[in-house]
C-alpha cells in the first residue's frame, strides 16, 4: 500500500531558529499539503502545492513540491513559541484512490 | 466562525451505549470525510461522501454507521463501540474528492470506557 514517511518526528529548537521537515512517499504525488494542529484541535492548512517543482509561501512558511513528485518539503523560518505545534504532509496521487495519505505528524517544540 | 464545526467536542461512553458525532460545514463543499486519529498514527480515512453518496468505506467496522443526508452535515453514529475506538474524529470537507484541499473540523474527542 502507500507509505508516507515524514521526518523529523519531532524537533526541538530554540526561538528564532529555522525548521525544516520534510515528507516522501513510495509513488508520485499530484498534490501535496501541509497541516498544522494544535492540541485539542483539528488540522489548519498551511501550504497546498499543486505541480512539481512549486515553491510556496504563507508567511514564515515555505513548502516546495519535489520534482521528482515522491517528496515535499516545508521550511519555517525565525521559530516564533507560537509554532508549538504537529505539522503534517498529506498527499494524494494516482495510485491513491481518490483519497489522501497523511504522514505520521512532526512535533515542534519551540523553546524561548 | 469556523468553516467546520463538529459537536460534541468530547464524549464519553461506555461500550453499550449509542452515540452520534455531528459534523457541519459551512464552505458550500461537496464532499465531507470521516477520519479517526489515534495517537503515533497517521489519520486513518473511514468514510468519504460525495453529493450525500458514499464513495469510499475503508473497512470500517459496522459499529461505526455514517449517515450525509444533506452535503452540509455528516453524522457518524456509533454503537457497542470498544476501547480501542478512543481517539480524536476529524471531519473534512473539500469541493470535490480528486485531489481537492480538505479543510477539518476541531474533532471530537472520543473516550470509550
Known amino acids: 500500500g502507500q507509505q508516507l514517511n515524514q521526518s523529523p518526528q519531532s524537533m526541538f529548537i530554540q526561538e528564532g531558529e529555522d525548521v525544516s521537515m520534510n515528507c516522501t512517499s513510495s509513488?508520485?504525488?499530484?498534490?501535496w499539503l501541509w497541516y498544522k494542529q494544535d492540541p485539542g484541535e483539528g488540522p489548519v492548512l498551511l501550504i497546498a502545492?499543486?505541480?512539481?517543482?512549486e515553491l510556496t509561501s504563507n508567511g514564515r512558511l515555505t513548502a516546495q513540491f519535489g520534482i521528482t513528485r515522491k517528496d515535499s518539503f516545508l521550511n519555517i523560518s525565525a521559530s516564533i513559541p507560537s509554532d508549538v505545534g504537529i505539522y503534517f504532509c498529506?498527499?494524494?496521487?494516482?495510485?491513491?484512490?481518490?483519497?489522501?495519505?497523511f504522514g505520521t505528524g512532526t512535533s515542534l517544540t519551540v523553546i524561548p | 466562525e469556523t468553516g467546520v464545526t463538529q459537536t460534541p467536542r468530547h464524549l464519553v461512553m461506555g461500550m453499550t451505549n449509542k452515540k452520534s458525532l455531528k459534523c457541519e460545514q459551512h464552505?458550500?463543499?461537496?464532499?465531507m470525510y470521516w477520519y479517526k486519529q489515534s495517537a503515533k498514527k497517521p489519520l486513518e480515512l473511514m468514510f468519504v461522501?460525495?453529493?450525500?453518496?458514499?464513495?469510499e468505506n475503508n473497512s470500517v467496522p459496522s459499529r461505526f454507521s455514517p449517515e450525509c443526508p444533506n452535503s452540509s452535515h455528516l453524522f457518524l453514529h456509533l454503537h457497542t463501540l470498544q476501547p480501542e475506538d478512543s481517539a480524536l474524529y476529524l471531519c473534512?470537507?473539500?469541493?470535490?474528492?480528486?485531489?481537492?484541499?480538505?479543510?477539518f473540523g476541531p474533532g471530537t474527542r472520543l473516550l470509550v470506557l
Open positions: 461522501y460525495s453529493l450525500e453518496e458514499r464513495v
Open positions: 509513488s508520485i504525488f499530484n498534490t
Open positions: 464552505l458550500g463543499h461537496n464532499a
Open positions: 473534512a470537507s473539500s469541493h470535490g474528492t480528486s485531489g481537492e484541499t480538505q479543510y
Open positions: 502545492l499543486y505541480k512539481a517543482g
Open positions: 498529506a498527499g494524494d496521487g494516482p495510485n491513491t484512490g481518490n483519497q489522501f495519505y
